[in-house]
């Protein structure tokens, strides 16, 4: 979990931007603990459920990376972060074989700065800020402005954190 800016914030009531910020870093630490469960796993490996291929954890983490820095980072104004391999692992792109690929250590290392700048960034934001329109290019079903993209992505990392309890479940590992 990423600390506080002011360890004395608990004292006083949370701002929207700190409070999207908490549940921001919850989510992202329930991700982290999925990928400690897969440990010793395959991560590249690509199950296929009532004919249908299901992504491969790598896969995921990498596509999380890639997108908290595209809604949060870019869509809030903040420090959007530029990686060789981030159109690998967009919205609709195709997975990559594992040889093309950057390595996990790689990947771990973009998300916790992707996300470590964006917790500081949102953390940041005033409340005028994130009535602002976002800037993700694309809509969003909760709106326009900064507050939406955010409160996007955090159910969009929810989401793939569903994902990642059925891959757990799909590689014989409890997840409760």
């Not at 949060?72 to 420090?79: A, D, E, F, K, M």
Request: hydrophobic residues 40%; glycine residues 6%; negative net charge.
């Amino acid at each position: 979990m990423i600390i506080p800016k002011d360890p004395d914030s608990f004292l006083c009531p949370m701002n929207q931007a700190a409070l999207l910020a908490e549940l921001m870093d919850h989510t992202h630490a329930f991700t982290l603990q999925h990928m400690e469960r897969l440990d010793g796993k395959d991560l590249h490996q690509r199950f296929s459920v009532g004919g249908t291929q299901l992504n491969s954890p790598f896969w995921i983490l990498a596509h999380l990376a890639v997108s908290e820095n595209w809604l949060v980072l870019r869509g809030t104004g903040g420090p959007f972060q530029k990686f060789s391999w981030a159109k690998q692992f967009t919205l609709g792109s195709t997975p990559p074989l594992p040889a093309e690929c950057p390595s996990l250590e790689e990947v771990m290392d973009t998300y916790a700065q992707v996300h470590s700048l964006a917790i500081e960034h949102v953390r940041d934001l005033s409340d005028e800020a994130l009535k602002s329109p976002h800037l993700a290019l694309m809509n969003l079903d909760g709106g326009t402005d900064m507050k939406a993209v955010i409160k996007h992505h955090i159910r969009h990392e929810s989401s793939h954190n569903g994902h990642l309890g059925w891959l757990c479940k799909l590689h014989g590992l409890p997840t409760i």
